[in-house]
């Protein structure tokens, strides 16, 4: 089966579900202001962009938890529009 990433690419001003924290990214260090590495502190909710939800329900059992959670199980057919 042939994947494709579906991602959404984070970025300032992207939209949120309402009452959710926006995206921000806040440079610390930058390579082109001399510093050794570029560095940002990162602020959003679990619920930005595509994601999986961090806490699975409670119904799941340890098996189905994230860490174990087979990738090919988020995956799915789908029509190309293209």
Not at 23 to 32: A, H, I, K, L, W
Not at 48 to 69: M, N, S
Request: overall charge negative; charged content about 20%.
């Amino acid at each position: 089966m042939e994947l494709y990433d579906a991602s959404v690419p984070l970025r300032t001003g992207m939209v949120t579900f309402p009452g959710d924290p926006p995206f921000t990214m806040s440079p610390m260090f930058e390579r082109n202001r001399g510093d050794a590495f570029d560095l940002a502190l990162l602020s959003m909710g679990t619920h930005i962009g595509t994601h999986v939800d961090p806490r699975p329900p409670t119904t799941w059992t340890a098996e189905q938890r994230l860490i174990k959670y087979p990738l090919i199980r988020l995956s799915e057919r789908a029509l190309s529009s293209i």
